[in-house]
T-cell receptor, first 111, second 112 residues
Framework: TQLLEQSPQFLSIQEGENLTVYCNSS?????LQWYRQEPGEGPVLLVT?????EVKKLKRLTFQFGDARKDSSLHITAAQPGDTGLYLC???????????FGKGTLLTVNP | EPEVTQTPSHQVTQMGQEVILRCVPI?????FYWYRQILGQKVEFLVS????????KSEIFDDQFSVERPDGSNFTLKIRSTKLEDSAMYFC??????????FGDGTRLSIL
């Protein structure tokens, strides 16, 4: 069974601070996707990384896929209250690319 | 931007009743998925569907569950005889070529 562990589970910071959240597994994934989920809504795709060592930037968000494709990180620069939400990582694998989700990191950015 | 739509947003059903959850995937997508999220737990894979047949299913997806694509646009999940433990958010997802998967806003299923 493939498992994804996300850390920290909760993170509360002040506006303007930087932060990094992590997604780790003992299994290799073909791809890794990061989603953001608001209460009562579905996960919204932020990025997909597929190559070991790949780095992708989305404005103030930087995503990295580990060289061995077992882990990933999300770094947010100068966090804003609008970044508040649940960040989920999901590893894709198998012929159908079913997603294995982590429990998520609940981020709160205080003004 | 195209999106996955799910109906209803909230379904309340008596235990033992049948329920059908509906999804309209993004129009040019070929791969379809159902996931569920029990309150406070991870999002879990249920089933994937491609080329009008189930391509993979999890242990959760037992004989009480079925999926169907009755026409060119809808994708449905049926639970034949609901149990209390089926209460969860059910998410439909679709993809053009297996990844990335785009999710709907879900149906909250409450079994009484």
């Amino acid at each position: 069974t493939q498992l994804l562990e996300q850390s920290p589970q909760f993170l509360s910071i002040q506006e303007g601070e930087n932060l990094t959240v992590y997604c780790n597994s003992s299994s290799v994934f073909s791809s890794l996707q990061w989603y953001r989920q608001e209460p009562g809504e579905g996960p919204v795709l932020l990025v997909t990384v597929v190559t070991g060592g790949e780095v992708k930037k989305l404005k103030r968000l930087t995503f990295q896929f580990g060289d061995a494709r077992k882990d990933s990180s999300l770094h947010i620069t100068a966090a804003q209250p609008g970044d508040t939400g649940l960040y989920l990582c999901a590893g894709g694998g198998g012929s159908n690319y079913k997603l294995t989700f982590g429990k998520g990191t609940l981020l709160t950015v205080n003004p | 931007e195209p999106e996955v739509t799910q109906t209803p947003s909230h379904q309340v059903t008596q235990m033992g009743q049948e329920v059908i959850l509906r999804c309209v995937p993004i129009s040019n997508h070929l791969y379809f998925y159902w996931y569920r999220q029990i309150l406070g737990q991870k999002v879990e894979f249920l089933v994937s569907f491609y080329n009008n047949e189930i391509s993979e299913k999890s242990e959760i997806f037992d004989d009480q569950f079925s999926v169907e694509r009755p026409d060119g646009s809808n994708f449905t999940l049926k639970i034949r005889s609901t149990k209390l433990e089926d209460s969860a958010m059910y998410f439909c997802a679709s993809s053009e070529n297996r990844q990335p998967q785009h999710f709907g806003d879900g149906t909250r299923l409450s079994i009484l």
